[in-house]
């Protein structure tokens, strides 16, 4: 059975950091394109940051130079570093990733079939 688990949210004041992870099981990170997604309460969900199968990324204009995905092949984890947070960062975090090994890449959700349960992040002025 393929599950992603999130972890690492919290509350932290504005210009924190947090790293928060999706650990996955029957799943091998590094074989699929995943991605980091975000929605605040009355928002739709967004598309923060992916990467693909093949290990290029790419980031939203509001988390460029503040945020980084990486992957863990040995523990099976991919991560998301986030620095200098601000309020806007405020939302559940998920992780989400393709069930097949194509090399695609996308910041729309519905590229991805597989879903973590979502973390809070809440960030404060």
């Known amino acids: 059975q393929v599950q992603l688990v999130e972890s690492g949210g919290g509350s932290v004041q504005a210009g924190g950091s947090l790293r928060l992870s999706c650990t996955a099981s029957g799943y091998t990170v590094s074989d699929h394109s995943m991605g980091w997604f975000r929605q605040a309460p009355g928002n739709e969900r967004e598309g923060v940051v992916w990467i693909s199968r093949a290990g290029g990324t790419g980031y939203g204009e509001s988390v460029k130079g503040r945020f980084t995905i990486t992957r863990d092949s040995a523990k099976n984890t991919l991560y998301l570093q986030m620095n200098s947070l601000k309020p806007e960062d405020t939302a559940v975090y998920y992780c989400?990733?393709?069930?097949?090994?194509?090399?695609?890449?996308?910041?729309?959700?519905?590229?991805?079939?597989?879903w973590g349960q979502g973390t809070q992040v809440t960030v404060s002025s």
């Open positions: 989400a990733g393709r069930s097949d090994l194509a090399y695609y890449y996308s910041f729309r959700s519905t590229a991805y079939d597989v």
